[in-house]
């Protein structure tokens, strides 16, 4: 009898079998009663080493899966495990470079420089407030010097135009450095009675004041020479002689007059020069006053290249009193070097 038993148990089919390699029950009983029939010897043989070769081969192949999804695992696991452990080599190698750079002087440096320079600011930005108080405390004063009343403006501008000191020029003219009237060439002074009644009642003096009361400062309503009519003439002994430019007239102005009028003011007039009395008298311009403007300089218009022991101011008419004229400064302008070439050309 053939070996029907241990033939069947080894020909038991994969698809056959359970997870556990162990044959089905009723599959292995067909197989069983199929291998139970009578076969060739020669059959018997393949048939069973078939079965072996196919169960081997099923054997390796389940085994093969399992140990690529083992190793898939493994390799998952290892992955990760590498790239951790190569994070904290590269941490660990790259940390201690960043803290010598952060600690070294290189690094060190600009920062103290830095914060010196905060400190430096926040210093300049006291003191600025602190200038800045100061400047308003400046204005503040300053705000109360300019509120000063009308009245006081008015009466500091009219003593400025009085004192005339703006004009910031020499006065060869001037009584207390040495000029004088020449009498000689000189209108005579306005004398007569009713002159004086008429001073008396404007109640200003109870004389005519002399010629050379127009070579002084003292610039006050009524302190002026008076001659008759609206024509006449003064002549000025300089100081020194001088190289002229300019001529300067002053009167008072309306606001403070007494008689509330500048009728007596001269109108035009004309300068002469002279070298030494009583040598010829040198044209220097005609010239206009207007008693609106209370101080007026004329720029001579005919300047020769000498200079003038004396100067005669002939005036040729008033703004309107027949009866006499008044003059109450006169200023005599220029240097004691001869001037440059540009002054001494005549003037159109």
Known sequence: MPRTRNIGALCTLPEDTTHSGRPRRGVQRSYISRMAEPAPANMTWLTYLACFLR??????????CRCKLFCQKVMEKMGLLVLCVF??????????????VWQDDSINGPLQSLRMYQEKVRHHTGEIQDLRGSMNQLIA???????ISDEQKM?????????GDYIEKPDFALKSIGASIDFEHTSATYN????RSYWNWIRLWNYAQPPDVILEPNVTPGNCWAFASDRGQVTIRLAQKVYLSNITLQHIP???SLSGSLDTAPKDFVIYGLESLPREEV????????????????????LPP????????????????????CMYRVRVHGSVTPPKDSYLEPLS
């Open 306 to 325: 000498r200079s003038f022991a004396a100067v005669k101011v002939k005036i040729s008419s008033n703004w309107g009193n027949p009866r006499f004229t």
């Open 87 to 100: 994070g904290f080599w590269m941490f660990s190698m790259h940390l201690p470079s960043k803290v010598e």
């Open 254 to 256: 309306k606001t403070i």
């Open 155 to 163: 009466a500091q501008k009219i003593m400025k135009m009085i004192q």
């Open 192 to 195: 007569h009675d009713k002159a």
């Open 141 to 147: 004063k300053l705000q109360k010097m300019e509120a």
């Open 55 to 64: 169960t081997q081969t099923q054997q390796v192949f389940l085994n093969t």
């Open 283 to 302: 044209f220097l311009g005609a010239f206009q006053f207007q008693p609106e403007n209370i101080i007026q300089t004329f720029q001579l218009q005919n």
